[in-house]
Every structure is written in C-alpha cells, then in structure tokens.
C-alpha cells in the first residue's frame, strides 16, 4: 500500500474523527456533568441531520441557514427533556433507560416520517476538496473539523476559565455543599442540558452534509462514540476530540490497510485494550 | 402457610401438564405459535434478570449471546447436519462461554460502573455482528435453516417448538427462582445495593457476577438456538437487533427486575400488548409504543408491577394471622445470649494478628508508612489517633479493602495481604463501617442473616444463618426492627445494624471503625456494656475511637496513630499520658 493511501486515509480518518469528537462532546458532559447518560443525542443528532435535510431538498435553504433554526430549536427541546429528568429525579442509570425508550421513538418518528429508505443530501459542496501535494482535504469534513475543536476548546474554556463553568463543575462533584455556597445547580444543569442538546444539532447538520441518512444509522453510532466517550474521559471536552480523532484515523486506516468491513471492531477493540491497560486519565 | 405452598406446588403442576397437553389436544399451529413467542420472550425476560436484574449490572447486549446461540444451530444444524436437538446444548455451551470471557475482562475491572458495562455489553453485539457477517458463519447473506429436520415428539413441527419453547420458559423460572432462594442470589442481591461491602462481608463477588452471567447467557444462547428453528433464515439484521435488549430491559422493569416472576409477568404482558399492534398491521407503531412504555414505567413505576402485585399481596397476608411484634426489650443488651466460641480457638496470649511495616501511599500521598503491631488473642486493641492520622486506612488493609504497598500481615501466622476482601471474611475478621454502609433494598434481618451466610467459617454447632441472624439482632435489640428497609432507621439503629452484620460473621477477629461516634451518652454506656459481652465470648476487637472515655473503659492496650506511624502502643493510662501522644493530639506546647 502507498504511503500517498496511507495519508489520505488517515486525513480521512481525521477529519471524520471530528464529527465523533463533535458527538461526543454533549454526551460526555451531560454524563461528567449531570449524571445523565443520553443514548437519546444520538437520535437528536439524526433529527437534526433529517430537519437540515428537509429544508435544503423541499425549500431550497441553505444548511448553514438551517442550522440558525435547528440549533435554538434543539436548546429548547434539550432543556424541556432536562425538565423530565428534574420532574421524575431521574437517577444516572435511569437515565439511559429514559433515553433509549426517546432514542426508539424518534427513530419511529424520523421512519415514519421519512420511511427507512436511505437519504442523501446534495449541497453543491460535497465534491468541494483542497489540493495539498497528493492530497486531498474535503471541505466540508473539514468545516465541520474545525467547529468540532471550536466547540471542543470553547467548552474547555468555559469549564476551567469561567465562573459558571466552575459551578457547573462544583455542583456536578458535590451538589448540596456547592447548593450551600450558593450556586443555583438546577439552573445551571439546564443551560449545559440546553447546549449539549444544540450541540447535537450542530453534528446533526454535518452529518446531513458528509453522510447517507436512514434511520437505522442511530444505531450504528451509539457504539463507536461511547467508546470514544469512555476514551476521551467524562466531562473532559478535549479528550473527547482526541479520542474522536484516535479512533477515526484508527477505523480509517484499517479500512483502506485491511478490510473495510472491520472497520466497526477497531473503537471496541481499542476501548477494551485501554479499560485493561488503564492508564490513569482513564 | 404449608398448605399453600402445597396448593401452589400442586396448581403449577397441573398447569405445567394442561401446557404439555396442548398440542397433542389438537389446537390449531397458529395458537401453538403464538404461545411459543410468549414462552420465548418470557425465557428470555427471565435470562436476563439473573445477571441483570439480581445484580444490577444491566446488560444491553443480550441480543449478543442470544445471536451467538441462533448462529451455532445455524452453523452446527444448517451448514454441518448435526441434529437440531443437540444444537440446544451446544448454542448454550457457546453463549456462556461468550459471557465467561467477557466477563472475565469486565468485571475484574474495580472502577468499572454498570453504565459501563452496560454499554460494553451493547457494543460486544455490534462487534459480534460484524465478525459473523464478515466470516463465513454468515458472509453477509443470512443462513437457511429449511433443510434442518426438526424432531416432532409425536406432534406438529410447530407443536415440537412450541413445547421446546415451553421446557426453556420454565426451567429459565424455575433456574431463577432456585437462585433467588440460594446463597448465589443472596450475594447478587448484595452486590446490587453496594458491592464493596459485599465482597468484606464474605461474598465471592467476582466469581458471582461471572457465574450469573454464564447461566444467564447459556438460557439466552439456547433461546437462540430454538428461535432459529422457529425463523428458519437467520440475519445478522434480525439477529443482533436493538429489539432484543430493548424488550426484554423493558420486560424486565415493567415486571420488576428483582423478582424471578417479574420479567415473565413484563413478558407476557408486552408479547400480548404487541401482537394487537402486529395483528393490525402497524409493527413500527408497536415498537413505538412499547418505546413509550419504557419511558413512562420507568418515571413512574421504577420498581416494576410484581414488586407493588406482591407487596399488596403479602400485606394481606400479613395482617390475618400473625399477631403485631412484641416491642424488644431494647434496654438491657441480650441477657439470653452465650457467645459460642470460634472453631479455632487458642490459648489467649497469642499474636492473632500481626502487622509487619504495613505501608500504604495514595498516589503521592503516605497514609500509613511501615506500621508494625500485634493484636493478641482475646484482647481488645484500641487505636487512636488524630484524624488523618492513619486508623481507617489500617482498618482498611486489614479486611482486604486496599491492596498493601509494602508490608506483610498475618491472622494466626498465614499471610492474609493480598487476599481478596471475601477470602479475609472467610478467614474470621469481620469489621463496621464508620458510616453504615447497609444494603438498603435487604430488611434489617436479610442484612444480618446474609453476613451470617458468608461469613467466618462454617458453624460447628450448625446454627442455621435464620438462627444467627435472629440471635444477633437480639443482641443488639434490633428484634422489632427485622423487616424494615434500613432507609427507615436512626443512625444510632443503623450502627447497630452494622454491628450485628459483623457478628453474625462468627468472626474471630472484630474490626469497629468509631461505633460509638454520634450516640447519645446513654447508647454510649449501651455499646460499651455490649462490646465487653462480646469480647466475653472469646472474639477478639480492633477498634477505632476518639471517644476517650470508651477507650479507657475498654482497651486492653492503645495503640496510636500519628500521621501514617505507630506513635505509641501501650496500657491506656500510660500510653495517653506519654508527652508524644499529648503533643499530637494538643500540640506541641501542651506536650512540655
């Protein structure tokens, strides 16, 4: 195999390790942060792709205009499921259960809706690349590259530079003595369940943009970015980026290197390797 | 009481029959089949509440042993001709061993959390998936089972599976059911509420987890094997569906987890609901629904129908014939109880105990650095300190809890560091948890008797765990609490709990972390009283304490800690009077 492959594929791998990393961005601080296991932001995250989809293909609306709509949309629809979990005290374990029932029934909507067909969203920049020596760089992998480590390094900001962040963190490891210094945790909680659910309209926009849609697909990402979750370390926003990464230039070369389709083994097997290796970020 | 347990004996065995009967009484296929889905759904159900539901630890990969049992019939049955009925066997034989091994990566793992193995589990199936789909097992296509002679056991093909469907049903309940009542579900009940205090009571946690898990994965693997009989054509899509995890977690809950009967009761109940869905034609509709379900019975009903059924049942019971519990006479420690003796008993005087430069270091930090002490048997040790200074971290080495740094030590001169928790329990030290660390879903009584299960050695005297159990809560006048969950209990109540947790152990050597912190000056006088009794009975005590005026009236020796080193060790006059323990207690301008 040429090395030329070999770079090509691993920039694939990259680039496509952002969108992994963007994914798991609101999955890991939901989970470090609010003790709330979201199996459902993957489904959110497909909405997004469909809604983004819908406007493009019947109204004609740019995606980047569409994101304008979904993401506020989403920051409402985040914080109204957040009002569930408050209601009920929804514990940490039940809170995957919650979800994967939420996870079920958008994806009978989005079937429903959409039927189980497989859909492609043409934009006009799909085939849009830069040229570097021998290589290319897609644009649109890249833009969404770029706004995962946007996002990535925003979150790390706002959790170790800022006040709020600093709550947010207190109250996620002790939330009455924090309660008792005087920060409002349930109002806080809200905002990050709002941002985190936004979040997953941003992926879900580039996800409509670089890949097929079906409503199937929820399932197969549920896998390979928990194990990036767990990878990258809870509520660590650059951790995740790095294990996005990690795995997809992993999954990336073993499909152009050996087979594409054991591609799906490369994250379980790295997870597993590393919950038995267990360095101490882990 | 008898009565009914026979009735219920002799009703299941008659129903068990008319079930056997049915096909051979002629019923139509189409009925005959669709029992079948019941019964496999409640096998189902029923398989994966004897790891997950007992346990706690929540799979969602079900589907994963339930495939890998489909695909061996497929492979053995399908492609190589061996006859379908020794497939059963063999698809369980292949889902255990699926389960022994990756539970023997999982569960070894001490930090690893059930949302973590829940979705480790979860993954195993993608993985699974694809490795069949990419070898020859499947290679993509799906495999046909259609030239596979079934057995007809005198009736139909569907009659036979249905009845194969039937005979897996009920020995998964009968399998749970069995467990739920054995030392097994005990220790798995247990291991749910808090398993690290599990493992120092005595419990075997690991190898628990492991064997629950390979029983639970052989029923699912056989499940499979039958239900590719029933298909005829195995997928990978089909096979390895979120739909199977997705059921029968919901089954599960909507029945109750903790129950054997509850995930059949969820079973039979969803099968039913969706088959009405199905039968109008709107499978995705069903689907949703069954979604919806999971939502609401888990924000409203999170422990399931069975457990409010049979509470509403048992209470019924209850109130008719046995009469309201004569309150204990709580005040006078336990005048009835004689300490029977440990098995092993030597002449006092002789180290029990001996640590030998126990060191431990928390990452930069030298909790305890090289700490030599004898505990002699029949003595009671107490061990002082500033706080920080080292007293819970030995307590700590001393059940297993932490692995030692450097340092060696001893119970009756064979080495016990290293061991796991459950192995120092069965050795004969038991200790308290300075906050009670109680199984809270267990009543006080099953907290008691399940550390009398796994506790010390076997009883000479044979004095059933119930027995113990009861004796002990006398002791600690907890008689009239038995059947209260511990959430219900004072403090003063639950460090007594505790107490008796670690006595109906039969230990040997008895480990207090600050039992008396927090109780009133009269409960005060009550546990000293109490521990003098039990020291009387022969068992030696370690404990922990800054309430001076129960050191003095109990120790034999002190021992003092100060920052990770032994500061003194002596009689308790001398000892508390010596200008080092005074200066680290008070100060330095206090010691001259």
């Known amino acids: 195999m040429g090395l030329t492959l070999l770079a090509q594929s691993a920039i694939g791998g990259l680039l496509l390790g952002g969108i992994y990393g963007l994914l798991a961005l609101g999955l890991s601080l939901s989970w470090g942060l609010l003790r ?61 259960l919650v979800t994967f029932g939420i996870t079920i029934l958008i994806e009978s909507l989005i079937q429903w809706l959409w039927s189980a067909d497989y859909r492609r969203f043409e934009s006009g920049y799909a085939q849009a690349s830069l040229r570097i020596g021998p290589l290319f760089v897609p644009v649109l992998e890249l833009a969404a590259f770029a706004c995962a480590a946007l996002l990535a390094v925003a979150a790390w900001a706002g959790l170790n530079r800022t006040l709020l962040g600093k709550a947010l963190r207190a109250a996620a490891h002790d939330g009455p003595i924090a309660a008792a210094f005087g920060i409002n945790a349930t109002r806080l909680s809200y905002l990050l369940a709002g941002l985190c659910a936004a979040s997953a309209g941003i992926a879900g926009v580039f996800i409509a943009l670089t890949s097929t849609l079906a409503p199937s697909q929820i399932e197969a990402w549920i896998g390979v970015v928990f194990a990036v979750v767990i990878i990258g370390g809870l509520a660590r926003p650059l951790g995740a980026l790095a294990a996005g990464c990690l795995i997809g230039i992993s999954e990336s070369v073993t499909m152009a290197a050996v087979n594409p389709a054991w591609a799906p083994l490369v994250a379980f097997s790295i997870l597993i390797v590393l919950l038995l290796w267990r360095p101490r970020w882990l | 009481m008898a009565l009914t347990s026979q009735h219920a004996r002799a009703a299941t065995v008659a129903a068990v029959a008319g079930l056997i009967a049915l096909p051979y009484a002629g019923v139509a296929d189409f009925y005959l089949s669709y029992l079948y889905v019941v019964f496999f759904w409640i096998a189902l159900a029923t398989s994966w509440g004897i790891l997950s539901g007992y346990s706690g630890y929540w799979s969602f990969g079900h589907a994963a042993f339930f ?214 034609g709107h499978a995705e509709l069903g689907r949703a629904g069954v979604a919806l379900a999971l939502v609401v019975v888990i924000l409203v009903l999170p422990e399931g129908i069975a457990p409010s059924l049979l509470g509403r049942f048992a209470r019924r019971r209850n109130s008719a014939p046995v009469a309201a519990p004569t309150p204990a006479t709580a005040s006078e420690p336990g005048n009835v109880v004689v300490m029977k003796l440990p098995a092993v008993h030597a002449a006092a005087g002789r180290p029990l105990l001996t640590c030998r430069a126990v060191a431990k270091s928390f990452g930069g930090i030298r909790a305890l650095q090289g700490v030599d002490l004898q505990v002699e048997e029949g003595e009671i040790l107490a061990l002082v300190g500033p706080n920080g200074s080292g007293k819970s971290t030995l307590i700590n080495m001393i059940s297993g809890h932490f692995p030692l740094s450097s340092g060696s030590i001893e119970l009756h001169g064979a080495s016990i560091d290293g061991l796991a928790p459950h192995e120092v329990a069965r050795r004969g030290i038991a200790r308290t948890y300075q906050i009670p660390r109680l199984f809270n879903h267990l009543t006080v009584l099953e907290n008691v008797r399940l550390c009398a299960f796994f506790g010390g050695a076997p009883d000479a005297a ?131």
């Open chain 2, 462 to 592: 044979g004095e059933s765990p119930d027995a113990l159990a009861l004796r002990w809560l006398a002791f600690t006048g907890l008689e009239a609490k038995a059947h209260v969950l511990p959430p219900a209990l004072n403090l003063h109540e639950r460090k007594f709990v505790e107490l008796a947790r670690a006595l109906a152990a039969r230990p040997r050597l008895l480990l207090l972390d600050e039992v008396l912190c927090g109780l009133t000056p009269t409960e005060v006088d009550h546990a000293i009283a109490m521990i003098r009794k039990i020291r009387a009975g022969g068992t030696t005590i370690v404990f922990v304490e800054h309430l001076m005026r129960a050191v003095v009236a109990l120790a034999d020796r002190i021992a003092v800690l100060d920052q990770g080193t032994l500061l003194a060790l002596g009689l308790p006059r001398e000892t508390m009077q010596d200008p080092r323990v005074v200066g680290a207690y008070l100060g330095a301008a206090h010691a001259a």
């Open chain 2, 67 to 280: 495939g890998a049992g489909a695909y061996t019939t497929a492979t053995l049955a399908g492609r190589w001709g061996v006859p379908f009925l020794l497939t059963i066997p063999a698809a369980a034989g292949i889902a255990a061993a699926l389960a022994l091994g990756i539970g023997w990566v999982v569960f070894r793992i001490n930090t690893l959390r059930a949302e973590f193995f829940a979705l480790l589990t979860l993954s195993v199936t993608y993985v699974l998936a694809a490795v069949i789909s990419n070898t020859p097992i499947d290679g993509g296509g799906g495999v046909y089972l259609s030239n596979v002679a079934i057995p007809q056991l005198g009736t139909t093909v569907p009659g036979a599976i249905y009845l194969l469907g039937l005979a897996l049903a009920f020995t998964a309940l009968a399998v749970s059911r069995r467990i739920l009542r054995s030392r097994l579900g005990a220790g798995l009940l247990a291991i749910h509420d808090d398993e690290d205090v599990a493992e120092v009571k005595g419990v075997p946690t690991l190898h628990y987890k492991l064997v629950a898990f390979a029983i639970s994965s052989a029923i699912a693997g056989a499940a499979g094997a039958i239900q590719a009989a029933y298909v005829g054509y195995v997928t990978v899509g089909e096979t390895f569906s979120i739909t199977v995890p997705l059921y029968v977690v919901l089954m599960s809950i909507l029945g109750g987890a903790r129950h054997w009967a509850g995930p059949a009761i969820g079973a039979a109940l969803i099968t039913v609901a969706l088959s009405l869905f199905v039968g109008g």
């Open chain 1, 36 to 96: 709330l296991v979201n199996l459902s932001h993957f489904a959110l995250a497909f909405l997004g792709a469909y809604l983004t989809y819908q406007l493009g293909t019947q109204f004609g609306i740019a995606p980047w205009l569409s994101a304008l709509v979904v993401v506020p949309a989403f920051f409402v629809a985040g914080m109204a499921l957040h009002a569930l979990f408050v209601r009920f005290q929804v514990s940490e374990f039940a809170s995957m």
